[in-house]
């Protein structure tokens, strides 16, 4: 069971926009900054967004993020086939003392 | 280039040990803070454990605190992971990652290994 709550799975057609919903707690995202990540399966994961909403150099900016209290949001808009992935978010939780990671959201684009 | 290559894995049976390597390249290996995570087949991710430049600073999971240590050698550019105890349900691919380094975001890693697979079975 992860400590950071993620959909399973989310959908929609090319061109369109998705929201993916990460919720945690005081202890983690509450007190610290989240990260994302997107992984194509058989891949490592990619970083995505660092910081709550700081995007690395290379990612489109079709790819946002927000956090607002114990919960963050990581929005896709005008999506793109290849945007067909898994994304999980991370924070670390300052009361346990350890990484935690969302069980991850399977995005389809159909 | 970043890179980091991990090295180590392959079929053990329960109850046994193995140690797994991750060199890096292209960076300052010893100015960064470095993760171990993994991924059980068809499963999420999972963090392991989290080791300072130093190494004076460690942390690990529940579920692997006791069993596994993580170590490194800055001279050799090495990272590793001790795994003792092994069960079946340690079954995964195992990923280095270099933490970004930030204190309010210990975990956050911007490049990773490409893994290597630890399969626990009799």
């Known amino acids: 069971q992860s400590v950071l709550t993620q959909p399973p799975s989310v959908s929609a057609a090319p061109g369109q926009t998705v929201t993916i919903s990460c919720s945690g707690t005081t202890s983690s995202i509450g007190s610290n900054y989240i990260s994302w990540y997107q992984q194509v399966p058989g891949t490592a994961p990619k970083l995505l967004f660092f910081?709550?909403?700081l995007r690395p150099s290379g990612i489109p900016h079709r790819f946002s993020a927000s956090k607002s209290g114990t919960s963050a949001t990581l929005t896709i808009t005008g999506l793109h086939t290849e945007d067909a992935a898994y994304y999980y978010c991370q924070t670390w939780d300052s009361r346990l003392s350890v990484v935690v990671f969302g069980g991850g959201t399977n995005l389809a684009v159909l | 280039e970043v890179q980091l290559v991990e090295s180590g894995g392959g079929l053990v049976e329960p109850g046994r040990s193995l140690r797994l390597s991750c060199v890096g390249s292209?960076?300052?290996?010893?100015?960064?803070?470095m993760n171990w995570v993994r991924q059980a087949p068809g499963k999420g991710l999972e963090w392991l454990s989290y080791l300072s430049p130093s190494g004076d600073t460690v942390y690990y999971s529940d579920s692997v605190r006791g069993r596994f240590t993580i170590s490194r050698d800055n001279a050799k550019n090495s990272l590793f992971l001790n795994m003792e105890g092994l069960r079946v349900d340690d079954t995964a691919v195992y990923y280095c990652?270099?933490?970004?380094?930030?204190?309010?975001?210990?975990?956050?890693?911007?490049?990773w290994g490409r893994g290597t697979l630890v399969t626990v079975s009799s």
């Open positions: 990652a270099r933490d970004r380094g930030s204190e309010a975001s210990i975990g956050s890693s911007n490049y």
């Open positions: 910081d709550n909403d």
């Open positions: 292209g960076f300052t290996f010893r100015a960064y803070e």
